[in-house]
């Protein structure tokens, strides 16, 4: 009886090792967790609008985040000479972009590394690239506000970051490709330039003949931002207020009529030319981060 057992239990032993042996090594390993959505190649007409609509040049550095074929990066270097890098979970498909660049001869511009989106280094970047589902374009979103510098642009395909962060530009067209994908024949791809973080408070001086200063309280919600300029007890709102990357421009009434303020950010200081509400012409002006 105790043989009979050993038997059985020897031949369910076997029947169990056979059978793991017979499972192919994917079905064995854990599958890499795509958080960002299942692999969906980007057609080719879509990688070129939106290396269009970010104006990628040779200066450029691009990131891509969850490559996939890579073939965001690999377009960027081959056709407009940019370099930059992709990161994806899955091995395979690093280890296929990586080879695909070294093909086409541009391995020392386009590599491929497999990462977590939320561990990698986005400082590099001038060119951010994504396309992933809602829920990890609104995860990636103080990530992304964050770590790219000012005038960085951003493109995503067909998802943006929610009503919060707007994109400051945006384009639909047709892509019959895609409805064997997704069961919709269109793409819609946004932009994003990453704006200057002007919060808080500011001195700013106007020079000679408007000669004046004032205090800046100003509010910013990413590329939005409101505020009060104050001079002589005297409060007045900021109007026209526009924020596109280190590119600055306001307004506010003074006296008999309204300065018109345009210039640029540079860290904590601002600098630019002011058309003055005395009808006096334009002079120059400048800002600096208030110290608490």
């Given at each position: 009886?105790?043989?009979?057992?050993?038997?059985?239990?020897?031949?369910?032993?076997?029947?169990?090792?056979?059978?793991?042996?017979?499972?192919?090594?994917?079905?064995?390993?854990?599958?890499?967790?795509?958080?960002?959505?299942?692999?969906?190649?980007?057609?080719?007409?879509?990688?070129?609008?939106?290396?269009?609509?970010?104006?990628?040049?040779?200066?450029?550095y691009v990131i891509d985040l969850g490559s996939g074929d890579g073939i965001i990066?690999?377009?960027?270097?081959?056709?407009?000479?940019?370099?930059?890098?992709?990161?994806?979970?899955?091995?395979?498909?690093?280890?296929?972009?990586?080879?695909?660049?070294?093909?086409?001869?541009?391995?020392?511009?386009?590599?491929?590394?497999?990462?977590?989106?939320?561990?990698?280094?986005?400082?590099?970047?001038?060119?951010?690239?994504?396309?992933?589902?809602?829920?990890?374009?609104?995860?990636?979103?103080?990530?992304?506000?964050?770590?790219?510098?000012?005038?960085?642009?951003?493109?995503?395909?067909?998802?943006?970051?929610?009503?919060?962060?707007?994109?400051?530009?945006?384009?639909?067209?047709?892509?019959?490709?895609?409805?064997?994908?997704?069961?919709?024949?269109?793409?819609?791809?946004?932009?994003?330039?990453?704006?200057?973080?002007?919060?808080?408070?500011?001195?700013?001086?106007?020079?000679?003949?408007?000669?004046?200063?004032?205090?800046?309280?100003?509010?910013?919600?990413?590329?939005?931002?409101?505020?009060?300029?104050?001079?002589?007890?005297?409060?007045?709102?900021?109007?026209?207020?526009?924020?596109?990357?280190?590119?600055?421009?306001?307004?506010?009434?003074?006296?008999?009529?309204?300065?018109?303020?345009?210039?640029?950010?540079?860290?904590?200081?601002?600098?630019?030319?002011?058309?003055?509400?005395?009808?006096?012409?334009?002079?120059?002006?400048?800002?600096?981060?208030?110290?608490?």
């Amino acid at each position: 009886m105790k043989q009979l057992i050993g038997r059985g239990a020897v031949l369910l032993l076997g029947v169990v090792l056979g059978l793991s042996a017979a499972l192919p090594a994917c079905a064995q390993e854990k599958e890499p967790e795509r958080t960002g959505g299942p692999y969906v190649p980007t057609p080719q007409v879509v990688v070129d609008e939106m290396l269009r609509m970010a104006g990628v040049g040779a200066n450029d550095y691009v990131i891509d985040l969850g490559s996939g074929d890579g073939i965001i990066v690999l377009t960027a270097a081959t056709q407009f000479k940019a370099r930059g890098f992709g990161v994806d979970i899955d091995p395979e498909l690093v280890k296929l972009s990586n080879a695909e660049a070294r093909r086409r001869g541009i391995a020392d511009r386009a590599s491929f590394q497999v990462q977590d989106v939320f561990k990698a280094d986005l400082s590099r970047a001038t060119v951010l690239t994504l396309y992933l589902l809602p829920s990890m374009m609104t995860s990636l979103q103080s990530k992304v506000f964050s770590e790219l510098r000012p005038g960085a642009r951003v493109v995503s395909h067909d998802y943006h970051f929610g009503d919060d962060w707007q994109p400051d530009d945006y384009i639909s067209f047709d892509v019959p490709e895609k409805e064997n994908v997704n069961g919709v024949p269109r793409a819609t791809i946004y932009l994003w330039r990453i704006p200057a973080n002007i919060a808080g408070k500011w001195q700013l001086k106007i020079d000679a003949p408007g000669g004046a200063r004032y205090d800046l309280n100003v509010r910013q919600k990413f590329q939005k931002f409101e505020g009060t300029a104050l001079a002589g007890g005297r409060s007045e709102k900021l109007e026209l207020a526009e924020l596109e990357g280190e590119g600055i421009r306001f307004a506010f009434n003074s006296g008999p009529g309204r300065h018109v303020f345009r210039g640029r950010v540079t860290g904590d200081t601002m600098q630019g030319m002011v058309e003055l509400g005395t009808g006096k012409g334009a002079v120059r002006w400048s800002a600096k981060r208030a110290v608490n």
